[in-house]
Structure formats: C-alpha cells, structure tokens
C-alpha cells in the first residue's frame, strides 16, 4: 500500500523538518501487521514528496488470529486486498510512525507547523464502499480539490465491470497535521472496515483527531458510524459529544463577538452604517433572492424583510442561540403567511460544501471573514465563490489601519479576541483580486463610516460581481 505526500511550499524540504524523517534517509519500522517504509522520491528547493509504503503481512495476521476454526473459507485470511489497498493499517501506521507530525510539533520549524501548506497527497490504491460520490462527500466539504481515477476488476475482462477501488489525488492548502488528521479518520470510513476491535477507546480517537471539523462537517453521523464500525451505542456516544461541543463553542462564541464589537462600534454608529451600505449594494444589484452567510441575530435580515425588493431571503449561522433569537427578533411566529414565507433560517458552516447555499442573485458576508482561520480561508473561498457561486457578493470587513482612533488597540491590537486577523486596505485589496481572478469575478471597494485621510475608513467593503454571460440574466 502507497501514499505519497507532496509539497511545493519553498524551500519544499522544509517537508522533513515537519515530518521529522530526513529526505535523504530510508526508514523503516516494524509494526504488528508488517514493516512501514519511509523514503522521498523526490527533495528539490521547488518540490518535495515523501511516500509511505506498507508491507502488510496477511499470512502472519492470519497466524496470529485467535478466532478461526479454520472452516470455511480458509484461503479468505491469506488472499485478500490488505496488502494493496489503504484501509485501518494506514491509519495505525501514521500515529506509529509520523506521530509529531500528526500532533503539530516541529522543534526546528515550529511557526511552519501551523503555516497552511500547498499540500497534495496521492493514495494508490482506496477502496471506496459507496463509490465517487461518498469520496467527494468525504474530502470536498473540507477544501480538497479530488482526483478520482476508478481501477476496472480485470482489463482483460471488461464485462465484470469497475472495482470499488480508486487512485486518489487530494490536493489543498491546509496544515500538515490536518491532512494527517484527516487521513487518520476518512480512509478506514472509506474502507468501510476495521482490523481490529473497536471499544470505548475508538471514540476518545474519533473525537480527539476529528477536534475542530468533525463537528460541523455534513456527513458527519456517516463518518462517525462507519469509524466506529456501525456498533450503535459507540456511535450515539461519540454524536452526543460531538453535537454538544458544536453548540457550546458556537454559541459562546457568537455571544462575545456581538458584545465585544459592539461596544467598541457603538459610538460612530457603525453597524447601522454597514447594514446601511450592505443594503444598497444589493438593490443596486437588482438581486431578488439574498442569503446572508453568518447572520447572527438577524440584524440585515430585518432590514431586507422589511423591503419588498427581496422575494426570497434565507440567514444561516453556525451557532444555534444567534438563530433562536434571530427567529424572535423577526416574529417569525406571528408574520402574516406571505412575510413568513419569504425567510428562512438555517444551521450550517461556511467551511463545508453545501447545496442549500446554492441559487441565490446575491450572497452578504457582513463582519465574518475575520472569524475565520486563515488556514481554512481557501476552505471558505471554495464555498462561497466556486460552489455556492451568487451572482453578487457584498462582504465588509474591519480596516486595520484605523484601529489606531479606538482606545486601546495601538500596537497592532485586534477589535476583540476572537478575530483571526484584520486586514489592511493593501491585504484586502491583494485577497479581493486574487479571488476574483480565480473563481471568475470583478471586485470593487469601498468604504464604510467616516474616512481619515491616512488610515481610511474604519469599515472595508468588497462587492464582487461574476463575469460570466448568464450573471444578469
């Protein structure tokens, strides 16, 4: 069985500090099932690629299984698909033998750790129970580009058909040890089937390297049952930890984003500005249909009930509290049926690939970009503009620069605690373009509040418009 992991992040050497294997090393490892091999086909300042091969021994399994009567089929433990397909193997050899890559340690590069990395990993031979499209459902909710090529069963023998094996390619811009992590999880789900027993100790597993995209991933009730190997109480268990975590972490967060912001704001009367200009770049767009991605508590969604211009309106966020009171602010109990219909409100992440984002004229990111890691910025940019695709897109931002005129953020202090990063007028105008460029779009920018002749307005908006044919009709 083959992997190979590769990168053109320069100097692409810098792959084996993270690893801790040095490129110019065979390695090899004794493990219960065989000997893992590690070696680097290639080492060059442009491109690096490390392959881990495993030489799986099923007639030396087979020996040391305790549960064989050796009736009925006794050639099944020698003549399998073990040695050559990735499966729960994979999974055993990474935590054995790449384990600091796994947990994100680097003594000798420890920023390039947590540095997202252009990262494309080939497996040679998946099995896939479910075929393509659970593949896809699996890698592409967590930003993977995915080549999938199927194996037939037998050239020679075209009529038995395609196999459920597949040569994968995954290609991202993510961390190392989230690929790992990833990997860790979805290749034995794939496979559908574990070599070992799974007790209690496989949800501690589970939850542990699944820790910030399980949660909020749209198949996550499949990766956990099949990880799990369809044992029905291991399952619920590790959901209900799963869910409870979700809700927690969301909720708080979206509480102290709203008062910490707020407060700050309230004095220029900033977010009736930014609501203000959000709304006006829309009707300019002639948009019918708006979904207002990261809605909170519902505050542009009132606005945009309140206009007849807009016939179909949908708010998501992915905590569950901002929504309830959103649904109370907009009296969603007591709209006539006709105001009712025209809003919806939905639970989802902005991380995940999802079809009920979908078909919109237009898609409002107010204040939610800075929340975001940068390492699952290209995550984002996937959903938004290549999948979820809307004619129009209005995103605000805050402007770094003139957080100088607010007490106590000189020094390059943030609004609040729980923005990732803000970006100044030069850093969003370089993001704007490059994702336009790449998804097909035209972007312009403007400003938002009172602007200073040096540090520019306080607020950054960027309108993006698709440039294809069919955008206005």
Known sequence: MLLTIATTHRPATDLGFLLHKNPARLQSYEVSFGLVHVFYPEAADDRCTVALMLEVDPIALSRGRGDRSGEGQPLEPYVNDRPYAASSFLSVALTRVLRSAMSGTSKERP????????????????????????????????????????????????????????????????????LLSHLYVLVPVLDDAKHYFVGDDEVAKLLRHGEGWLSAHPACELITKRYLKHQRSLADAALQQLLREEEVDADELAERNAREEESLERPMRLDEQRVGAVLAA??????????????????????????????????????????????????????????????????????????????????????????????????????????????????????????????????????????????????????????????????????IGEEDPITGPPTQMAVFERRDPEARS
């Open 282 to 447: 829309l009707k300019a767009t002639g948009a019918k249909s708006v979904i207002d991605l990261g809605c909170g508590e519902g505050k542009l969604l009132r606005v945009l009930l309140k206009d007849p211009t807009f016939d179909h309106i949908v708010g998501l966020d992915v905590a569950h509290r901002p929504l309830e009171r959103a649904a109370e602010r907009l009296r969603l109990e007591s709209l006539p049926d006709r105001q009712r219909s025209r809003v919806t409100l939905l639970h989802g992440s902005l991380l995940y690939r999802d079809k009920r984002l979908t078909g919109f004229d237009a898609a409002a990111l107010v204040e939610v970009i800075e929340h975001i890691d940068p390492a699952r910025l290209q995550a984002f940019e996937r959903v938004v503009f290549e999948f979820a695709r809307p004619r129009t897109v209005v995103l605000t931002t805050p402007n770094a620069e003139y957080n100088v005129h607010f007490d106590g953020l000189a020094n390059g202090k943030l609004r609040h605690k729980d923005h990732r990063f803000e970006w100044t007028r030069a850093q969003l105008n370089a993001w704007t373009h490059d994702v336009a460029s790449r998804f097909g779009y035209t972007v312009r920018l403007l400003g």
């Open 111 to 178: 920023e390039l750790a947590d540095t997202a990395l252009p990262l494309e990993a080939t497996l040679a031979c998946l099995p896939c129970r479910g075929g393509e499209d659970v593949l896809r459902r699996l890698f592409e909710p967590l930003g993977y580009e995915v080549v999938a090529a199927r194996a037939d069963l037998d050239a020679s023998f075209p009529e038995w058909g395609s196999s459920p094996y597949f040569r994968v390619t995954l290609r991202a811009t993510c961390r190392l040890r989230d």
